[in-house]
């Protein structure tokens, strides 16, 4: 890993390609039906990576430049399956976007957050689809100087949103460590 948790493409693939072997080793063949026979066959829950036009198009859709590890991770894989214990789908180029514009109730639910988090309604970029109740999100007005994004959980079932991780890729190595601990617990 580099400065503040950024990975290179290679860094992502490897990564990824070890993540996806624990969490099929470990899955109940119906954990996620959304996992095809080929992903399980190939033994990698992402799909194909974004090309250039894809993140460019995003970005300005968006009408700002990505994270470097998020828009490193989607060129590696755009979407994924099971990236956390509580969350099973990623969402692609194509569905990204901004709290406000994609889920109205979840940009409700961040409106009443309060103090450092004021205001992280309107710049939560919603990044995640389907979960156990939880969302991923990055806050795009939480940026570091090597322009990474601070990155938060938020579940029906947690007040407001997690701890502060500095960066997407941050935020996915902690969904691991915490898949592994309850995979170990169990």
Not at 131 to 151: H, K, P
Request: cysteine-free; glycine content about 8%; aromatic content about 10%.
């Amino acid at each position: 890993m580099t400065v503040e948790g950024t990975r290179s493409e290679a860094q992502w693939r490897l990564y990824l390609a070890e993540y996806s072997v624990e969490v099929l080793e470990s899955a109940d063949e119906n954990a996620n039906l959304e996992i095809s026979d080929q992903q399980r066959a190939d033994r990698w829950l992402g799909f194909d990576g974004a090309d250039t036009d894809q993140l460019a198009e995003l970005e300005q859709r968006l009408g700002i430049g990505l994270p470097p590890s998020y828009r490193t991770f989607l060129a590696v894989s755009d979407g994924w399956l099971e990236l956390g214990p509580f969350l099973w789908t990623m969402r692609t180029t194509g569905e990204v976007g901004w709290a406000r514009d994609t889920d109205p109730l979840l940009h409700s639910l961040l409106q009443h957050e309060q103090d450092e988090l004021a205001g992280l309604a309107d710049r939560a970029l919603l990044i995640s689809k389907q979960g156990d109740a939880q969302y991923w999100i990055l806050d795009s007005g939480d940026v570091s100087a090597a322009g990474e994004w601070a990155a938060y959980t938020w579940s029906s079932w947690h007040p407001g949103p997690s701890g502060r991780f500095e960066s997407f890729a941050a935020l996915v190595d902690a969904a691991r460590a915490s898949a592994k601990y309850l995979r170990e617990d169990d």
